[in-house]
């Protein structure tokens, strides 16, 4: 199973770019990296997905460079609405038996 | 998209007993999963929630302990048995749509919050 290590927390400002970077060093050929945000007495909400270079979306953008050993979320601009923490999972969904692995995630406190 | 409802969303139990948590979804689903998060901590996965047959659970986890059915493709249950205080803890389950392809996008229910006394 590819394990996923990321800091265990962050601080930022307001108004402010956050990149959190999770490290996947024995990611497997056909691993996605999938990034979840959880806010308190919530489950946890999908963010984004890439398999490798750079994908975008309205909330996020997900860095991944070629080697995909590390990847990095990036939140622009983020609010105080965006404290919560931030999870990687990578994995194989149609690779046989699917084992989805959450690790410790970060932590993200937004002050204002 | 898919929303999914547990119930209970949260209870209050007595050692030694039992309590089966339900989780539904507005549409059919391919993969359903149970998890367990304890306060400030991570999610660990509990089992995978298999239509028609037996679940699939991971290490550390046994049927016994955490017996869960999946009569079809939109409910599953999940039973904490023989409840201890080590129990408490947020028990959520996710499902991955049917048209989610390879992309892991799951979905989580609300949780149910659980304290054993």
């Known amino acids: 199973l590819a394990k996923t290590t990321q800091p265990i927390s962050m601080d930022s400002y307001e108004g402010q770019e956050v990149n959190i970077t999770c490290s996947h060093n024995n990611i497997a050929t056909n691993d996605y990296i999938t990034w979840y945000q959880q806010f308190p007495s919530q489950g946890p909400r999908f963010i984004i997905q890439?398999?490798?270079t750079k994908v975008t979306n309205e909330v996020a953008s997900l860095f991944i460079p070629a080697d995909r050993k590390s990847s990095t979320l990036s939140l622009p601009r983020v609010s105080l609405s965006d404290t919560a923490v931030y999870y990687c999972?990578?994995?194989?969904?149609?690779?046989?038996?699917?084992?989805?692995?959450f690790g410790r995630g970060t932590s993200l406190i937004v002050h204002p | 998209s898919a929303v999914i409802s547990q119930k209970p969303s949260r209870d209050i139990c007595q050692r030694g007993t039992s309590l089966t948590i339900q989780c539904q979804v507005d549409s059919q689903v391919t993969m359903m999963f149970w998890y367990r998060q304890q306060p400030g901590q991570s999610l660990t996965l509990i089992a995978t929630?298999?239509?028609?047959?037996?679940?699939?659970?991971e290490s550390g986890f046994v049927i016994d302990k955490f017996p869960i059915s999946r009569p079809n493709l939109t409910f599953s249950t999940l039973t904490v048995s023989n409840m201890s205080p080590e129990d408490s803890s947020i028990y959520l389950c996710?499902?991955?749509?049917?048209?989610?392809?390879?992309?892991?996008?799951?979905?989580f229910g609300p949780g149910t919050r659980l304290t054993v006394l």
């Open positions: 929630a298999n239509q028609g047959s037996e679940a699939t659970y």
């Open positions: 996710s499902v991955l749509p049917l048209d989610s392809g390879k992309t892991d996008t799951q979905y």
């Open positions: 999972l990578v994995g194989d969904l149609l690779g046989g038996s699917y084992i989805p692995t």
């Open positions: 890439g398999y490798k």
